[in-house]
């Protein structure tokens, strides 16, 4: 079993529908990111957080401590939003542990 | 955030020679670089750390002669495949983190193809 748990691995969705992505890990962290890395290659940090919950423009992250799992929201989907969405935990001062991934299509 | 660049951005060689991939930080002091590997349709796997003026510690089952990193400075530090073969064609990513670490930029990364 992963360390780190994303669901689903592939979300296909119309353009406009609210988006979630779950992220569920077995281990201590100090803190947790969501990245975005778009078909180049690119990848974009979007959120570090550690507690409670975050937002900036149309994405949403929050994180539950306790339970071990972290949501990415998207609101308001749209095409340019496809891409491959990476949750990953720092483990220790510095590793990042990766989840696999999840494939977001958003349809026009 | 800081920009990090790579360079070069793909590069093709044969089977046998060494590339060397390079990972700046163009404005911030990178204390720490962490190299990463990425396969097709599989997740980031760590390769290295490496802290500045320091040798990098090298993940289980990276062959640390075969993968030479170089971290001389806050600003620069290579990845150099050695003798690459065919089986070590991928998607290769630098990050940088402050002494903070806050939080970790990540490069557009490097697509080697070995033939």
């Known amino acids: 079993k992963n360390e780190v748990e994303q669901s689903p691995q592939n979300l296909t969705a119309q353009e406009g529908e609210f988006i979630t992505i779950n992220c569920s890990y077995s281990v201590g962290i100090s803190a947790l990111h969501w990245l975005q890395q778009h078909p180049g290659g690119g990848i974009v940090s979007l959120f570090m957080l550690s507690s409670g919950k975050k937002k900036h423009g149309r994405l949403i992250a929050t994180i539950n401590i306790q339970e071990k799992h972290s949501s990415l929201h998207i609101t308001a989907s749209h095409p340019r939003d496809s891409a491959v969405y990476i949750c990953?935990?720092?483990?220790?001062?510095?590793?990042?542990?990766f989840g696999q991934g999840t494939r977001l299509t958003i349809n026009p | 955030g800081a920009v990090v660049s790579q360079h070069p951005s793909w590069v093709i060689c044969k089977s046998g020679t060494s590339v060397k991939i390079e990972c700046r930080s163009l404005d911030f002091q990178a204390t720490t670089m962490f190299w990463y590997r990425q396969f097709p349709k599989q997740s980031l796997m760590l390769m290295a750390t490496s802290n500045e003026g320091s040798k990098a510690t090298y993940e289980q089952g990276v062959e640390k002669d075969k993968f030479l990193i170089n971290h001389a400075s806050l600003t620069l530090s290579t990845l150099t495949v050695t003798s690459a073969h065919p089986e070590d064609s991928s998607f290769y990513i630098c990050s940088v983190t402050g002494v903070l670490r806050e939080t970790q930029y990540f490069g557009p990364g490097t697509r080697l193809l070995v033939l």
């Open positions: 990953a935990v720092f483990q220790g001062a510095q590793k990042l542990v």
